[in-house]
């Protein structure tokens, strides 16, 4: 296939609309079910390259969980605890194979942002991962392969019409890569800058003690952070983001958005929001949108009268301020933050700080550089300059 007629572009008025390869040639992909559309395609695509760059980077089989053109989450393949389980909604399927622990993870550590996501899978699509997909809300999936039982299962998804694409993994794109905008043809060079664990040599604070796993997870944000609308950044913890700050057009903002979405997902962790009495009946999203109202600072709407009968057993007690800030203070630790270009003041240190942050990773270049390494070197923070920025439109 040279070329696929797609539906519509961004938005239905926007026709006609196609895809196909630069060179004139086959394109890539095969559509096995479904029909993607013009937005799907690039979430799809943004995706595959992020997967395959964390496989490439760490060894590990890789997911990540794609909304209007920025990963919601990203992940490898490690294994879950069993908090980590219950609060991704996979305790019940027992135990997952590495690509499916790589999903749960992807998906489950911003679920909210997650719902309607774009799959992108490092490697053939097995059934344990099929599983956690099938059952969650979710437009497409990419992968270079699915076993027969799997893509069976997920064809059954959406009445039938679910996307599913299959991705040549020997695909090598043109160097030269172009974008139009208002009838006017960009080219630039392909991104190829290769992130690896000697990437973060370049450490320039007095704590320079940057185990393994912290290189691993530096790896994680960057090359997120590498296919996420800029500005952007990204916090990381044993191999899966935990908060990605996008498209902000200011810094600290980047960061306030990831650390407070890391925030969330610690304290879904938390025996308050663990022990919450929901009704058996009450679907996964919908237990999402209660916790997301009951960590943050709107909880009253879930419980004022009224609200709280339609998802709870019982009234839950308040998740008092106070309380959430000790249990973050307690656990949030050994957190990773990337930055895709530099902190130009260090007020991103104090409040990556607040969230556990004690590694970071940003290009450096900044004027104000002896700043930021001043406050991180405050608060015993490893900081790695890797010299180069990392913007994505």
Known sequence: ????????????????????????????????????????????????????ELKKATGLPAA???????????????????????????????????????????????????????????????????????????????????????????????????????????????????????????????????????FFNNIVTKNKELPDQARIDMSVAMITLKYTQSNSVCFVKGGQAIGVGAGQQSRIHCTRLAGQKADNW????SPQVLN???????????????????????????????????VFTEKPPVFEKEAKEAWIKEYAKDVVCGSDAFFPFSDNVERAFRSGVKYIAQPGGSIRDDEVIAACDEHGIVMSFTGIRLFHH
């Open 1 to 52: 296939m040279k070329e696929l007629e797609l539906k519509y572009g961004c938005n239905p008025n926007q026709k006609p609309s196609k895809i196909y390869a630069q060179d004139g040639g086959e394109l890539p992909v095969k559509i096995l079910n479904g029909k993607p559309g013009y937005i799907n395609f690039l979430d799809a695509l943004n995706g595959w390259q992020l997967v395959s």
């Open 64 to 198: 990540t969980s794609f909304k209007h053109v920025s990963p919601a989450g990203a992940a490898v393949g490690l294994p879950l605890s069993d908090v980590e389980a219950k609060i991704y909604w996979v305790d019940d399927l027992g135990e997952l194979s590495p690509l499916a622990a790589a999903y749960a993870r992807a998906r489950g550590a911003d679920r909210m942002s997650s719902y309607g996501d774009f799959i992108a899978l490092s490697d053939v699509c097995d059934v344990s991962a099929a599983s956690i997909i099938k059952r969650e809300f979710s437009d497409g999936i990419i992968a270079p392969g699915y076993e027969p039982e799997a893509l069976e299962m997920l064809k059954d998804k959406k009445k039938g019409t679910y996307a599913i694409i299959e991705m040549d993994p020997n695909y090598v794109p043109p160097q030269i890569e172009h974008k139009e905008v208002f009838g006017i043809t960009f080219e630039q060079g392909r991104n190829e800058l290769d992130i690896n664990k000697e």
């Open 266 to 269: 610690l304290l879904r962790q």
């Open 276 to 310: 919450l009495p929901f009704k058996e009946e009450i679907k996964r999203a919908n237990r999402d949108n209660a916790i997301d109202l009951y960590i943050g600072e709107d909880y009253m709407d879930v419980l004022r009268d009224g609200e709280w009968e339609k």
